[in-house]
């Protein structure tokens, strides 16, 4: 196991003094074509305004007052997701409907502005107030508290995944509901987009899979270990694995600290990488981070082992950011991290090799560029002129 206890972020950066975030390593350059779609990766969902707390020595507890060592604030919701895909560099297209608060403007200027998010599928709502999500990290977990208002018609429809027919795009990543469908996800599907999937926690209880009627459409599913063992009834999570196999072409489980687990039906491989040890500051986002860093390497079309240990390590440098989707690594950082690990002595070589693809991917050496926003205590400030 590859251990890296240092942070590669390069701190806060407020909007508007660094300009957009530019990746500097376009991951699908061998694999691009002309008349390729215009974007490569389309999502669409609820953006929410994050603020989150760090360093809290425990839980909140009843009557009494908790100071916190750290607060961020970012888009959260499906814009960690997005923001994740754009910084390892895909042509990323989100669909969301914005509150016309201060906060749904400072959420569509961080992604489109800041991270180069193409927002032509989104709107902002008049009269309806962005989501907002208290999350509060300590020892490695997080509680979180959200509000917000029903939104009215027109935000439900782009919520909902409106337009009907979404642009054209290599991939798509949904998030599945039990029991009910999305029609873009079909729409999407014939049109040759390949979908990745996720779940939520199932609040009914069924945990039937015959609910996840949109999984049919789907290329990949990637639950985590215990939504897979639930679903499958299977008693542990690798033969979770195989059985959703019977369901979708590609089953990734996530197995927290023990790294992943993946088996490709239709080549018969199976892979499993461990976890990176590194200390966490905040997990916020971290799921959506694997899903993007997975969503890359196979639409690049590397080996299944790479594309698990490339998700593993972007979750990874996540979590020792602020906040959800600023927490997001780029891929100076993720060179950072493959000159800083080559350097230890102590490393295992064996370890070392897991993530030897990464030579060919990332600068030799640091390049000058601007460096990744990050969440910061508030987005109060006026901008810089």
């Known amino acids: 196991m ?30 691009r074509e002309p008349g390729d779609p215009p974007c490569d990766v389309y999502l669409t969902g609820t953006v929410f305004l994050d603020i989150v707390f760090t360093g809290l020595g425990s839980a ?28 390892l560099g895909l042509r990323t297209s989100l669909a969301a409907a914005f509150g016309d608060d201060h906060y749904g ?29 208290v999350s509060m990290a300590y020892e490695g977990e997080r509680t979180m508290v959200s509000h917000g208002h029903e ?21 798509a990543v949904a998030s599945l509901e039990p029991g009910r469908r999305a029609p873009w996800i079909a729409g999407a599907a014939s049109h040759g987009t390949r979908i990745f999937a996720d779940v939520g926690w199932d609040e009914t ?6 609910g996840l009627a949109d999984l049919e459409h789907c290329e ?31 089953a990734v489980v996530t197995l927290g600290a023990e790294g992943a687990y993946a088996v490709d039906r239709r080549t018969g491989e199976t892979a499993e990488v461990p976890a990176i040890e590194v200390e966490a500051l905040d997990p916020t986002g971290a799921g959506d981070v694997f899903v993007a860093g997975f969503v890359t390497g196979t639409l690049a079309g590397w080996p299944l082992a790479d594309r698990l240990a490339f998700a593993g390590l972007t979750a990874a440098l996540s979590v ?20 800083k690990v080559q350097s230890l002595d102590s490393q295992d070589p064996a370890a ?4 030897a693809f990464l030579a060919a991917l990332v600068p030799e050496e640091e390049a000058p560029g601007w460096p990744l926003r990050r969440a910061v205590p508030t987005i109060g400030f006026g901008r810089s002129a």
Request: glycine share 12%; with cysteine.
């Open 60 to 87: 909140p507890v009843r009557g009494t007052e908790s100071w916190a060592r750290g607060m961020g604030s970012s888009p959260g919701g499906v814009a960690n997701m997005a923001t994740a895909l754009a910084r």
């Open 205 to 210: 209880g069924a945990w039937d899979l015959a």
């Open 352 to 355: 070392l090799r897991r993530y």
């Open 220 to 250: 990949a599913f990637l639950p985590n270990a215990e939504e897979a063992m639930r679903y499958t009834g299977a008693g542990c999570p690798r033969e979770a694995a195989h059985a959703l196999t019977e369901h979708v072409p590609l």
């Open 2 to 31: 590859i251990a890296s206890n240092a942070s590669t972020g390069k701190g806060p950066s407020h909007f508007g003094e660094t300009g957009p975030c530019q990746a500097r390593v376009d991951p699908l350059a061998a694999v």
């Open 151 to 171: 939104p009215p018609p027109e935000a439900a429809l782009i919520q909902e995944g409106a337009p009907n027919c979404p642009p054209r795009a290599r991939a």
């Open 105 to 133: 403007e400072y959420c569509w200027d961080a992604l489109e502005q800041g991270e180069g998010i193409d927002l032509s599928p989104s709107r902002s709502v008049p009269g309806w107030h962005s989501p907002v999500t």
């Open 320 to 339: 020792q950011e602020f906040g959800g989707s600023l927490s997001a690594p780029g891929w100076s950082e993720i060179g950072a991290w493959w000159r």
